[in-house]
């Protein structure tokens, strides 16, 4: 058993909100802790410098044998760096690419899994790309989709929306806890409480709400709008966009809500997202 306690969700589904949680908890501070500073809790499995240390190519001219073959070495070297767990976001399915697991159980202690209502992410996905809306949702259907390499990440293999949840729910585990975006906004200290308290921890009430309240959206956007924030893409104008969920009922098509259910029924259900009258 590992010691890798894995962030994961499909892009755009509170990742972020989530690890500044666990920051502004695990420090206890008396005041909201610095955004651009999460990289002192938590790392990212899809980061090239991990596989730098076992193959010195660029990440662009590392093809999926290699990945497949870097990838176990990659998870235990960032497991083995801590005697404490490893807090660790991705954005992977849990699936097997090129005969390699993407998510090595080996080294896993355990899985916080966040899951958010696909309308709701389309729009949000559409201003984190910079892209047209039907062209998110066409994406988000795509059965083994991965994003591209770069100078700073290996690819990541998102899979459809469906096929990435299915991967890390459809199967209910002692070591995996998993949370609605929704509950998260409209019933923070409970959900949230929850969270802490699958990690073991027992934070004070004084603290978990000071927590809670430091992880605000709100508090979040200002602390962007001061500082900025270095996972903004260079095409959005804020990285914390509304924070809000149902706000597709008045930014989506009827056409493009359809798509979506046609696509993704199945999954929407299970977390009671299908909207009345679909």
Do not use: C
Not at 14 to 41: H, Q, Y
Request: charged fraction near 20%.
């Amino acid at each position: 058993m590992g010691n890798i306690v894995w962030l994961a969700s499909y892009p755009k589904s509170g990742n972020t909100w989530l690890r500044a949680f666990l920051l502004n908890l695990m420090t206890d501070a008396e005041e909201p802790v610095d955004i651009n500073k999460m990289a002192a809790l938590t790392t990212g499995d899809s980061q090239a410098g991990w596989y730098a240390e076992f193959d010195k190519r660029p990440a662009t001219a590392l093809g999926p044998e290699d990945l497949a073959r870097l990838r176990p070495k990659v998870h235990a070297r960032i497991a083995e760096g801590s005697a404490d767990s490893v807090f660790v976001k991705t954005h992977n399915a849990l699936v097997e690419v090129a005969g390699s697991a993407m998510i090595s159980q080996s080294a896993t202690a355990a899985v916080i899994y966040v899951v958010r209502n696909p309308l709701d992410i389309a729009l949000s996905y559409a201003d984190h790309l910079g892209a047209p809306v039907g062209d998110i949702i066409t994406l988000m259907a795509e059965r083994g989709f991965e994003t591209p390499a770069s100078e700073h990440n290996v690819p990541e293999h998102h899979s459809d929306w469906s096929s990435h949840v299915k991967s890390w729910t459809q199967m209910p585990h002692p070591a995996l806890h998993t949370v609605r975006y929704e509950d998260m906004a409209s019933k923070p200290a409970p959900t949230f409480a929850a969270i802490a308290g699958f990690l073991g921890m027992k934070p004070g009430r004084q603290s978990l709400l000071r927590a809670v309240r430091f992880s605000s959206f709100k508090v979040l956007r200002a602390q962007e709008k001061k500082s900025g924030f270095v996972e903004r893409t260079p095409v959005q104008k804020s990285f914390f966009r509304a924070g809000k969920s149902g706000t597709w009922r008045q930014q989506l098509s009827e056409a493009q809500i359809r798509r979506v259910l046609e696509t993704h029924r199945e999954q929407m259900q299970r977390f009671d997202y299908v909207p009345k009258g679909y």
